[in-house]
């Protein structure tokens, strides 16, 4: 069981790009941390996630 976002997923095998389509995010638009570090936007191919990592999304938003 993979966590992402704070809720648990099967995701365990499958790359930080594929979680972040799967999730519905663009992956020019976020930012993604692997069990606390930050995940380089070139990395996303071919970063797989495993059994017990966690992962957060967050999305940039813009505003004034």
């Known amino acids: 069981m993979v966590r992402v976002n704070g809720e648990n997923c099967?995701?365990?095998g499958k790359t930080v790009a594929e979680?972040?389509?799967e999730n519905?995010?663009?992956r020019e638009r976020v930012?993604?941390?692997l069990n606390e570090k930050i995940v380089s936007k070139c990395d996303y191919d071919s970063t797989v996630?495993?059994?017990?990592?966690?992962?957060e999304?967050?999305?940039f938003?813009?505003?004034g």
């Open 10 to 12: 099967q995701a365990d």
């Open 19 to 21: 979680i972040v389509l």
């Open 24 to 26: 519905g995010y663009e």
């Open 31 to 33: 930012a993604v941390e």
């Open 49 to 55: 996630v495993r059994d017990g990592d966690c992962i």
């Open 57 to 59: 999304i967050v999305m």
């Open 61 to 63: 938003m813009g505003g």
